[in-house]
C-alpha cells in the first residue's frame, strides 16, 4: 500500500487533444449557414487546422508562457540612445506568427472572408485573447486606409498578408504590417472630441508633424499607427483628423514615437498597452480634415465586432472547460454532468454561449454581403451586440469558474485567465453606455436601420410565441421615448436578446431556441445562471456543446 496516498483519480483529463473549432457545434453550423457552398470545404478544412492548433496542448503552452512573461519597455539602449521597444517572450510571437499565418488580418481580400475570418478568431481567442488585440487592429485599419487610395496601396497588401514580420523596418520593405490605434487621451476618454494632440502640417502636402499624448495606444509594438488630431491647418479648414504614423521612416530612421510606460492590466497580460507622447512626430493625413472620426469609425466598427466574436470565444472556451470537466468528474455517486442542477447550469451556460456565437457570426455575413440592407442592420445591431455580449461574458466565465469548484480558482486550470480576460471587451471600443447611446443614436437618425432591423427579426415571426411578444413589448417601448436616455441601456438589452431569439429560433435546434425564448424573452428564468424550466430537454443542450476529445 506504500505510496497510495498520492494515486490520482477523479480528476478530469486536460482538455487538450482536440479541434477547437470543429467540437463547437453551434460555430461549424454557423459557417456552414453563411458560407456558400463551393467555399465551405476549403474553409472547414481551414477552420479545422486552426481548430487543431488552437487545442494542442503545445499551442496552449505558448499562452501560458506568454501571460506569464508579459511584454516588457525598453526606452534607451545601453548607451543612452531613446528606441522605445517592447520585448515579447518567443511564445508570442509564435502565436502572433500563427495568427497571422491564418488570415485573420485577411477578411478583406476572399469571398465570404469575414465569416470565415470571424470564425477563426472565435476559436484563437481560446488560446490566448492577448495576442488577438494586433490581429483585430490590423484587420480593422484597411477600411479607414481606403480613405486614402495612395495609402491602401502601399499598406493594405501588407496589413492582409499571411506573413508576420516582426522586424522594424520601412513598410516598402516589409512582407507583412501590424497596425495599432491611439484615440484616448487622458482629458477626454471616450469623448474623442476633447483630444488636444496637435497636428500641424509640414510643406508635402498631406504630411503633418504630431505633439500631444495617447493615454492608450493599442499593440505599440506596430508598425503603424492610426490616430486622432486636431489639424492646425493653413487653410483654416482643421479639426479632429485622422493621421497614420508610422513606427519606421522611409530612410530608416525611427520615428518619434516615445513609450512612457506600458499599463499593468487586471488581465490581456500577454498583450502590451502603453502610454505614447509625440513630439514632432512625422504623420501622414488620412481623409480629410476635420473628418477624423468618419474616417475612423469604419475601424471602429471592425474592431466592435471583434469585441463581440472575442467574447463569444471566452464563453465557448469557459463552457467547454466546465463542460468538460463536469463529464469526467464523479460526485455523490455519478457523473456531475448527470446532476439535475449542474446540468441546469451548464445548459444554461451553453444557451448564452450559443446565442453569443450566432449573432456574432450574422454580424459577419452581413460585413460580408455589403448590401444596404445589411450595412442599415449592421448599424444598429452592431452596438446592440456589443452592449450585450460583452456584458454577458464576465458572469458566465464566473460561473463555469465555479462549476470546477476549488479547481477554478486555481491558475493552472486556466479559468482565472479567462475570468481576468472576460471584462475587457466590454471596455474596448467604448464602453456600455457609448454603446447604449449609439442605438439611440441610430435610432433617431437613421429610420432605415430600424426598418432593417425588424425585417430581420420578423422572418421568424410566428415560429414562437414569446419571440412574438418579446417583438412587440419593443415595438411598444419604442412608441414611448420619453426619457430615453435615462433606460437606453434596456433598449439595447432588448434588440440584443430579441435578435438572438430570433435567429436561435430560425437555425439553432428546437431543444435551444425553445429553451432560450423560456429563460431570455418569456420570463421563465431566473437571474443566476442554472435556473431554466426544469421541463426543457437540458441533456440535449449539454451535449451540444460537449467538446469531444
Known amino acids: 500500500m506504500a505510496g497510495s496516498t498520492h494515486t490520482v483519480t477523479n480528476q478530469p483529463p486536460p482538455l487538450t487533444g482536440y479541434d477547437v473549432f470543429g467540437t463547437d457545434q453551434a460555430l461549424a453550423d454557423a459557417v456552414a449557414r453563411h458560407l456558400d457552398p463551393e467555399l465551405l470545404d476549403e474553409a472547414r478544412a481551414e477552420l479545422s487546422g486552426l481548430g487543431r492548433a488552437a487545442g494542442s496542448a503545445q499551442v496552449q503552452e505558448w499562452a501560458v508562457q506568454a501571460e506569464e512573461n508579459p511584454p516588457r519597455l525598453h526606452t534607451h539602449d545601453r548607451y543612452g540612445n531613446r528606441v522605445d521597444e517592447v520585448d515579447f517572450h518567443p511564445a508570442w510571437h ?35 485573447a492577448g495576442n488577438c488585440c494586433p490581429l483585430s487592429m490590423t484587420h480593422a485599419a484597411v477600411p479607414a486606409l481606403r480613405a486614402d487610395p495612395e495609402l491602401a496601396a502601399e499598406w493594405e497588401p501588407r496589413l492582409t498578408s499571411t506573413i508576420y514580420d516582426r522586424e522594424l523596418r520601412p513598410a516598402r520593405l516589409k512582407a507583412g504590417a501590424l497596425f495599432g490605434m491611439g484615440m484616448t487621451e487622458k482629458q477626454g476618454g471616450s469623448d474623442v472630441r476633447a483630444n488636444t494632440t496637435v497636428a500641424t502640417p509640414l510643406a508635402e502636402a498631406g504630411t503633418y508633424t504630431l505633439t500631444g499624448h495617447k493615454w492608450f495606444c493599442s499593440a505599440p509594438m506596430s508598425d503603424g499607427f492610426l490616430v486622432l488630431a486636431q489639424a492646425a491647418s493653413a487653410e483654416g479648414e482643421g479639426g479632429l483628423t485622422c493621421f497614420l504614423v508610422p513606427r519606421v521612416l522611409e530612410d530608416g530612421s525611427r520615428n518619434v514615437f516615445r513609450l512612457q510606460r506600458l499599463k499593468e492590466k487586471l488581465g490581456n497580460r500577454s498583450n502590451a498597452s502603453g502610454e505614447v507622447e509625440f513630439d ?65 447550469v451548464l445548459a444554461d451556460l451553453a444557451l448564452e454561449s450559443e446565442a453569443a456565437t450566432t449573432l456574432a457570426l450574422r454580424l459577419a455575413a452581413a460585413c460580408d454581403d455589403g448590401g444596404e440592407q445589411e450595412r442599415a442592420l449592421l448599424r444598429i445591431a452592431l452596438p446592440a451586440a456589443k452592449y450585450w455580449v460583452t456584458k454577458r461574458c464576465t458572469p458566465l466565465v464566473v460561473e463555469a469558474a465555479e462549476c470546477l469548484g476549488g479547481n477554478g480558482y486555481v491558475e493552472e486550470s486556466g479559468l482565472p485567465r479567462l475570468v481576468r480576460e472576460s471584462p475587457l471587451n466590454s471596455i474596448w471600443e467604448g464602453a456600455g453606455n457609448v454603446q447604449a ?43 414611448d421615448l420619453d426619457g430615453v436616455e435615462g433606460r437606453a441601456r434596456r433598449l439595447a438589452e432588448r434588440f440584443a436578446l430579441v435578435l438572438q431569439g430570433a435567429l436561435l429560433v430560425r437555425f439553432a435546434p428546437p431543444e435551444v431556441a425553445d429553451a432560450f425564448c423560456a429563460a431570455r424573452l418569456g420570463g421563465d428564468g431566473g437571474a443566476a445562471f442554472g435556473t431554466l424550466p426544469h421541463s426543457l430537454d437540458l441533456a440535449a443542450i449539454v451535449e451540444r456543446a460537449a467538446p469531444r476529445v
Request: with cysteine; net charge positive.
Open 94 to 128: 509564435r502565436l502572433l506568427g500563427k495568427g497571422v499565418g491564418a488570415g485573420l488580418t485577411a477578411a478583406w481580400t476572399r469571398p465570404g472572408g469575414h465569416v470565415r475570418r470571424a470564425a477563426g478568431f472565435v476559436v484563437w481567442t481560446q488560446v490566448d
Open 280 to 344: 514632432g512626430t512625422w504623420a501622414r493625413r488620412v481623409g480629410a480634415e476635420g473628418r477624423g472620426v468618419r474616417t475612423i469609425i469604419d475601424m471602429v466598427a471592425a474592431t466592435r465586432l471583434d469585441c463581440v466574436l472575442g467574447s463569444a470565444g471566452l464563453m465557448r472556451q469557459a463552457v467547454a472547460q466546465a463542460v468538460h470537466h463536469c463529464t469526467h468528474r464523479t460526485a455523490f455517486g455519478g457523473a456531475l454532468v448527470d446532476k439535475p442542477l449542474m446540468r441546469n
Open 437 to 479: 447611446l449609439d442605438v439611440l443614436r441610430v435610432l433617431r437618425r437613421e429610420p432605415q436601420a430600424l426598418d432593417a432591423y425588424l425585417r430581420e427579426v420578423g422572418k421568424a415571426r410566428g415560429a414562437d410565441h414569446r419571440l412574438d411578444a418579446a417583438i412587440k413589448g419593443l415595438l411598444t417601448e419604442l412608441a
